[in-house]
């Protein structure tokens, strides 16, 4: 399973909405500028997420996009199925040997367990924990 565009800049949409934390709106264009992705593109990700009730639109000069619940109600996996639909690296079939078959289940099983064991407050409280920075190099 590869995750698009569509999977990863939804994220980036929750996230942000999940770190402003506040009842007051953050539109898609703060968004869009803080991230430097298309604002455009974003709109059409957004409305799925609206759908799934996700998140809420608050219209109006001050408006935005909101949670529509705490952002340790919701997780990665949820986002995830929404834009990119169904988890599964491959389509397993019934006819597969045995032990491919045993495989793809465990990969798909890991796969689902971390996505639906991350929430959105896990993914915004995230401050690069034991990553080291990369290199710098001057010349």
Known sequence: MKISTKGRYGLTIMIALAKKNTDSPTPLKVI?????????YLEQLVAPLRNARLVKSIR????????????????????IRVLEGPISPVEVMDDEEPAKRKLWLRIRDAVKDVLDNTTLEDLANDTNDGEQEPYMFYI
Not at 62 to 79: Q, R
Request: proline share 3%.
């Open 32 to 40: 869009a500028q803080e991230n430097d992705l298309s604002e455009h």
């Open 60 to 79: 109006g000069a001050y408006g935005g996009y909101i949670l529509a619940k705490p952002s340790n109600e919701i997780t990665a996996g949820d986002i």
